[in-house]
């Protein structure tokens, strides 16, 4: 079952904050957070695990609601860099199988 | 550390050919898992090698397949080339095959069927 990200599309200015919500209808053994810019390969972000641990991008922050199945990702003063699409991606029970959102793209504008 | 190495980058092949894709993972990294990346279906899972076996495969016919080496290195081959099998292949390694391991993307391998 395919994750649910919200919103779709989200257009910034330099400094802004944005929160991009991914939610399972399954539960959840981690979430696995990246960014891909256009042309490019995703570069992992950040993995959030059962139990609290985090491992991953130190300026960017994510939280983890196991009983809920959803994470969220946190993007504070925004910079041009952060300009992408992102994408959450849940493992198929806890196997490395990973079923990737339909991607968030985020525009930063100077 | 070098990442992820992916052969070749660009490839174009007719309707009917086959082709072999390549993926080098991170140097300890015994899992390699490949995706298929259309603008269409987004990213969707083709399969996951952990030690030379097949641990999990994707929803895609028969034609596509893979294997795992030795040395960790992986391949993956599509028979009867489709137009709709136009898409970025990207491989990811990890350490081990469980959900608690980060995968990292090779840069991919674009491939167009005409």
């Known amino acids: 079952q395919q994750p649910v990200q919200s919103p779709q599309a989200v257009i910034l200015r330099e400094g802004e904050d944005a929160v991009i919500n991914c939610s399972s209808s399954?539960?959840?053994?981690?979430v696995h957070w990246y960014r891909q810019k256009h042309g490019e390969a995703p570069v992992f972000l950040m993995i959030?695990?059962?139990?609290?641990e985090q491992k991953g991008h130190e300026k960017i922050s994510a939280s983890f609601n196991e009983k809920k199945q959803q994470s969220s990702l946190y993007l504070t003063a925004s910079q041009l860099s952060y300009s992408g699409t992102y994408f959450c991606g849940t493992p198929s029970g806890n196997t490395g199988k990973l079923i990737f959102g339909q991607g968030t793209t985020l525009q930063v504008k100077p | 550390k070098a990442g992820v190495t992916q052969t070749p980058r660009y490839l174009i092949k007719t309707r009917g050919q086959q082709v072999t894709l390549s993926c080098s993972p991170i140097s300890g990294h015994r899992s390699v898992s490949w995706y298929q990346q259309t603008p269409g279906q987004g990213l969707q899972f083709l399969f996951e090698y952990f030690s030379e076996t097949q641990r999990n495969k994707g929803n895609f016919p028969g034609r596509f397949s893979g294997r795992q080496f030795s040395n960790s290195r992986s391949e993956m081959n599509v028979s009867t080339l489709e137009l709709g099998d136009s898409a970025l292949y990207l491989c990811?390694?990890?350490?081990?095959?469980?959900?608690?391991?980060?995968?990292?993307f090779g840069p991919g391998t674009r491939l167009t069927v005409l």
């Open positions: 959030l695990l059962k139990g609290g």
């Open positions: 399954k539960a959840l053994y981690s």
């Open positions: 990811a390694s990890s350490l081990g095959d469980s959900g608690y391991n980060e995968q990292f």
